[in-house]
């Protein structure tokens, strides 16, 4: 054993190793660590002239993975250093597969959002395509802040989840019938945090169900139901589906 560790340099003798190019290699070629260790050596690598491709060439860790560990590690790494997370949940981010894909979706949510959205993650084990849902939740509730129905959904991530779900109901159309309405009202239940999020939602879920019993539209049915808010709200994700579909289309032509 060399005389550093005899002498309790043991961390001094680690870190010089880990500052040389081949060293760092090395331990990328033998996957020795995890992702966000291993990816802490691929910004010194090309500092020192490594390319992509001659990182993948010496590793066998493609230039596509290298990003996705370097894009990780910048929300791994703000999630450990901020206040607002609570590290003892960090190791559901060390499974390449199922656990650090989400940190993709989350990373640019302002930071004390994402430390929210992280914990929600964490604690319901979502996968990616669910991280991206609550990505996108958010944008909704935040391009509706104003609006009657959304002002019942507070801002932890639960509710605004069940906000966007709450509007999924309200977006469906009566062939897809009352078992989707269903669906999406179970999945709303599950993550709303508040009372008010959940009347709501049971509330979309009733006017639906009562568009389908009448032959009518949901709007219809609020209206006959003398919910006023619930029409309002129906009128105005529809006419923002349809503006979505015509710039989606537009910008599909101009392409």
């Known amino acids: 054993r060399d005389p550093l560790w005899s002498r309790g340099l043991g961390d001094v003798y680690k870190r ?6 081949e060293f760092m290699l090395q331990l990328i070629r033998q996957r020795a660590g995890l992702w966000h260790k291993l990816a802490t050596f691929i910004r010194p690598l090309q500092s020192r002239g490594y390319q992509p491709n001659d990182i993948f060439e010496a590793c066998g860790i493609e230039p596509k ?8 590690l910048q929300c791994y790494a703000s999630l450990k250093d ?23 979706q989350i990373m640019y949510l302002p930071a004390k959002v994402r430390a929210q959205a992280a914990m929600f993650i964490v604690e319901n084990e979502f996968e990616d395509a ?33 906000y966007k779900l709450y509007r999924d109901i309200l977006e469906l159309q009566r062939y897809q019938g ?15 945090a508040s009372d008010t999020a959940r009347e709501r939602l049971g509330s979309a879920v009733k006017m639906f169900t009562m568009a389908m019993e009448t032959g009518t539209s949901t709007v219809a049915a609020a209206d006959a139901a003398g919910n006023e808010n619930v029409a309002a709200e129906v009128q105005v994700v529809r006419l923002e589906a349809v503006t979505y ?5 537009a910008t599909n032509i101009e392409g």
């Not at 010089?16 to 190019?21: A, L, M």
């Not at 993975?65 to 990780?72: F, G, M, R």
């Not at 944008?139 to 509706?144: A, D, F, G, L, T």
């Open 178 to 192: 009352e078992e989707e309405a269903t669906k999406i009202y179970d999945r709303g239940i599950k993550y709303a």
């Open 245 to 249: 579909k015509q710039q989606k289309q």
């Open 16 to 21: 010089q190793d880990e500052n040389d190019p």
């Open 130 to 162: 669910q991280s991206r849902e609550l990505v996108k939740a958010y944008e909704i509730k935040r391009s509706n802040v104003n609006t009657i129905a959304a002002r019942d959904f507070n801002d932890t991530p639960g509710d605004v989840l069940a």
């Open 65 to 72: 993975e290298q990003a996705l560990w370097v894009t990780w």
């Open 82 to 104: 901020g206040a607002e997370f609570d590290n003892e949940k960090l190791s559901y981010f060390d499974d390449e597969f199922r656990g650090a894909p989400n940190l993709s």
